[in-house]
């Protein structure tokens, strides 16, 4: 099966510009995670989706922050506007249901640098 | 709050080599707990996972035992390979994060030598 795909696998932005991130999670999967890791750091929950439902979004900077699951498949992450200190990968991972031992599934990554 | 501790790498070794990474959890219920491995430039993979208390978990000769008494979750390979080099997390979810709520430790390196 065609793993998580996120897009794009780079990005570098000045300070106060937008920026977006996209992901297509497994086919089936109903569970759609953003996750945050900074350098050296595990991975930190932005918003976990069960469908189109942002079920936990209570770590998401709103302020700069937003995210979307259009018809509970792919998910847009966006920062407006960005800051140096948003330099990180952003982590998209699925899982098919919403149970403590089923294993997520992650992509790639996003690396993105705010300069 | 619910937590994860690993110990801090660089872990350095030999090809052959023993491992051990330690890893020690703070959580409220019974979490589940899992190794997950990140080789360069990719995503994270699980490794293997285990779910209750004295369940082991294992997976391309990694192992690693829920250590109820001990809080703990330290992943083992007899022999590593050039090819293990990678950073491995160790994580928990359950408990009182909710399900699915994945909580992270900082990641520890791997180097295995020729």
């Known amino acids: 099966e065609a793993g998580v795909v996120q897009s794009p696998r780079y990005k570098i932005i000045e300070k106060k510009q937008p920026v977006a991130f996209w992901c297509n999670p497994i086919s089936g999967h109903n569970t759609l995670y953003w996750y945050l890791q900074n350098l050296g750091q595990g991975p930190e929950l932005l918003i976990r989706y069960e469908n189109e439902e942002a079920v936990d979004d209570s770590q998401l900077p709103k302020d700069r922050f937003s995210a979307e699951r259009l018809k509970g498949v792919d998910s847009t992450l966006k920062i407006q506007p960005a800051e140096l200190g948003d330099s990180a990968v952003y982590l998209c991972a699925s899982s098919l249901v919403g149970q403590a031992n089923s294993p997520l599934h992650f992509g790639n990554g996003t690396r993105l640098t705010v300069t | 709050g619910n937590s994860v501790t690993q110990m801090e790498g660089p872990v350095t070794l030999s090809e052959e080599a023993f491992l051990t990474i330690n890893c020690t959890y703070t959580a409220t219920g019974y979490p589940s707990l899992f190794w997950y491995v990140q080789y360069p430039g990719e995503g994270l993979q699980l490794l293997l996972k285990?779910?209750?208390?004295?369940d082991k978990g294992s997976n391309k000769g990694f192992e690693a035992t829920y250590r109820k008494e001990t809080t703990s979750f330290h992943l083992e390979k007899g022999s590593v390979q050039v090819s293990d080099s990678a950073v491995y997390f160790c994580a928990l979810s359950g408990g009182n994060t909710g399900f699915q709520k994945l909580v992270f430790g900082t990641g520890t390196r791997l180097l295995v030598s020729p």
């Open positions: 285990a779910t209750k208390a004295d």
